[in-house]
């Protein structure tokens, strides 16, 4: 039997030497000095070796512990070398398929339709808010409560939209592994109801149609920067998101069949998106185009050309003629829109295909962004007109009370 002080006291010999404890444990010194632990055994009529570590690393207690699981091994008939190995693969599988390592294959493989700004972002809360509490977590041993846990303090802060955004990120993560047969269950969808809800926000809209026809005259006469003028004059008509009209290219409008398909990754549903141009809109879009048709962007920087105008410059415009905050936004031209074309009797579903609104209680054709493409033609020529009626009332002094609806 070896002891600890005997041990300390071996030295490395000119040949390699195994020094026996018993039950087939041995250490065992090779040239070089190191006191390896070793193991004898014999399984299926085969003699073996077992690996336990260094001494002191490895203590002569220690080595011993690994020497007794060992033998019950061997008792229920395991072989305790496989057994070893097992454990390790397992391991490394768990490594392998960690939250964080099959979170980055997600960012890096399934996001790519996603515009830089908003794959940088989806990266930056992974690794700043999500990586830190379950990134080394086999992404199968994730329990709701592991999420909760980070996603609470949060919630306390009042900080409700990240809260719900970094569950959403968990979930598509989980999903993902679903897909390559690495986890079994979305456990976000166990956290539904787990956070409070932020009270969707009121986008302020005109929607007196004296105001309306004042205000389209206005941005008739704007006197600012062209495309800026283009942009407020276009908003009105289209009644896209603020970031789809700014960020349009002369790639995506097709004057001669009068559309313009929004492409889906600058759509907030990721799916492209097709906007029926009208008389007065292929107008406005000549006119610019003399401008600004030898660039990139139909709205470019005053400053820089290979930029388009910041997301605050239409916005900036609406403040600089008068309209405050609870009066108008940008985005209120949506709400305009969608509000006027059901009390002229638009059909709801053309208004929600054309506000790009996604329904996810029905059945969605293959072709979403071409769903009642005539229709919606035919609806949109008819607000454009509509809204030249108001404008010219506004310019003759006249009231819009008794304008055609």
């Known amino acids: 039997m070896l002891t600890d002080t005997y041990i300390k006291s071996l030295k490395p010999a000119e040949k390699a030497k195994k020094y026996a404890d018993g039950g087939g444990l041995f250490l065992y010194i090779p040239t070089s000095g190191s006191k390896l632990w070793r193991m004898a055994y014999r399984f299926n009529k085969k003699s073996k070796l077992l690996s336990f570590g260094e001494y002191p690393t490895v203590s002569l207690k220690k080595a011993r512990e690994k020497r007794d699981e060992a033998k019950k091994l061997l008792a229920d008939g395991i072989d305790p070398g496989q057994h070893k190995k097992a454990l390790k693969a397992a391991r490394e599988a768990e490594e392998a398929n960690s939250f964080k390592n099959i979170a980055l294959e997600w960012q890096e493989t399934q996001t790519v339709h996603i515009l830089p700004t908003g794959r940088t972002h989806l990266l930056h809360c992974l690794e700043r808010h999500i990586f830190p509490h379950i990134g080394s977590m086999p ?5 709701a409560a592991d999420i909760l846990a980070f996603i609470k303090p949060i919630e306390k802060q009042n900080r409700l939209n990240q809260a719900h955004l970094l569950i959403q990120i968990c979930g598509r993560v989980f999903r993902y592994a679903i897909a390559t047969s690495r986890a079994k269950h979305d456990i976000t969808a166990d956290l539904r109801g787990a956070i409070r809800t932020k009270r969707p926000k009121h986008h302020p809209a005109i929607l007196d149609k ?196």
């Open 139 to 143: 992404i199968t041993k994730i329990e």
């Open 210 to 405: 004296n105001k309306i026809g004042k205000l389209l005259l206005e941005f008739d006469e704007h006197p600012g920067y062209y495309p800026v003028t283009c942009a407020l004059r276009l908003m009105p008509h289209v009644f896209v998101r603020e970031k789809e009209l700014i960020w349009a290219e002369w790639s995506e409008i097709d004057l001669e069949r009068a559309e313009w398909r929004i492409p889906a990754e600058r759509m907030k549903k990721r799916e492209m998106h097709i906007v029926p141009l009208s008389r007065q809109v292929l107008k406005i879009l000549r006119e610019l185009h003399q401008f600004s048709g030898n660039g990139r962007y139909l709205f470019p920087s005053a400053r820089l050309k290979d930029k388009a105008i910041q997301k605050s410059t239409m916005l900036s415009a609406l403040r600089r003629k008068g309209y405050e905050k609870d009066e108008m936004c940008v985005h209120g031209f949506r709400s305009m829109a969608s509000t006027l074309l059901n009390e002229m009797g638009f059909n709801s579903d053309w208004i929600e295909r054309q506000l790009s609104h996604d329904h996810r209680d029905a059945v969605r054709a293959a072709y979403n962004h071409a769903q009642y493409l005539p229709e919606r033609r035919k609806m949109l020529q008819a607000w454009s007109d509509f809204l030249d009626e108001l404008k010219e009332k506004a310019r003759s002094g006249q009231s819009a009370s008794e304008a055609n609806t």
